[in-house]
């Protein structure tokens, strides 16, 4: 685990560990990487790269087990407030705004995340093939989020722990419903469910934080993407596609991030 040490409160958590599931990781993380230096610096905040597994990610994928992030944090004698929890398959603009200063109040960060329904179809079949596993709980289209981009604070550790536990119960079925039966994703709609049946309240940001499935949205041409939103998810491409379009963005416009 490498720790940039530096006085914030503010931690940027990115989970960077290749599996048989994420294959290409080591192809694009320092493409993302460099552009989530920069913006950590600029903003003041501590980055942590979450390099090292907790388990053998091709048993437990590396998606449940970024839900340990306060032990993590803890474990490693970081002082924390708030997270802001992403995946390594996303680039951030060299002018972002503080997200840390745009979403947290005096009461600390919201669970906060983007809405993600691109993708209709698998949204749907998510959705009802983990009803079962929350009878009494309702999950709308509408406000599905997605769990590449979250902003948490300390306060979320107890959320976060019923995330961790809810996969340590139901690990077994959990597992056959993400490499046998459904194959519709791993925590993101589980974790959905938990939100909508808790005490636990959740913000909705703007997609502007979370640009997601832009090949569906066509906006690659010309990079109109630069202009669209402040973070981009490479999500949704074959992955050598995925490797190509971060280096050309990187190959443009890496002359505007200051590497320190």
Not at 169 to 181: D, M, R, S
Request: hydrophobic share 35%.
């Amino acid at each position: 685990m490498r720790v940039k040490i530096t006085m914030a409160k503010n931690i940027i958590f990115i989970p960077c560990v290749p599996s048989k599931h994420l294959s290409d990781v080591d192809d694009y993380k320092e493409l993302s990487l460099n552009t989530w230096r920069h913006y950590a610096n600029r903003v003041g905040a501590q980055l942590m790269i979450m390099d090292t597994p907790i388990r053998n990610p091709d048993e437990m994928k590396i998606t449940w087990q970024r839900w340990y992030v306060h032990d993590i944090l803890e474990s490693n004698n970081v002082k924390y407030d708030n997270i802001f929890m992403v995946d390594v398959d996303t680039m951030i603009h060299w002018n972002a705004p503080n997200i840390f200063e745009e979403c947290v109040d005096k009461r600390g960060a919201w669970f906060s995340a983007c809405v993600d329904n691109d993708n209709l179809g698998w949204l749907k079949e998510s959705i009802e093939g983990y009803q079962h596993m929350f009878p009494d709980t309702r999950v709308d289209w509408e406000t599905y989020f997605n769990c590449g981009v979250i902003l948490m604070g300390k306060k979320h550790k107890d959320l976060c722990k019923t995330i961790t536990t809810f996969y340590e119960t139901n690990e077994e079925h959990l597992l056959e419903l993400q490499h046998k039966t459904l194959k519709k994703g791993s925590d993101q709609t589980p974790v959905n469910y938990m939100l909508n049946g808790t005490k636990w309240k959740y913000k909705l940001l703007s997609k502007k934080w979370n640009l997601t499935h832009m090949m569906r949205k066509e906006i690659l041409n010309y990079f109109m993407f630069v202009d669209t939103a402040w973070l981009w998810h490479f999500n949704g491409f074959e992955k050598t596609m995925r490797t190509q379009v971060m280096q050309a963005y990187w190959d443009n416009f890496g002359k505007n991030y200051e590497i320190k």
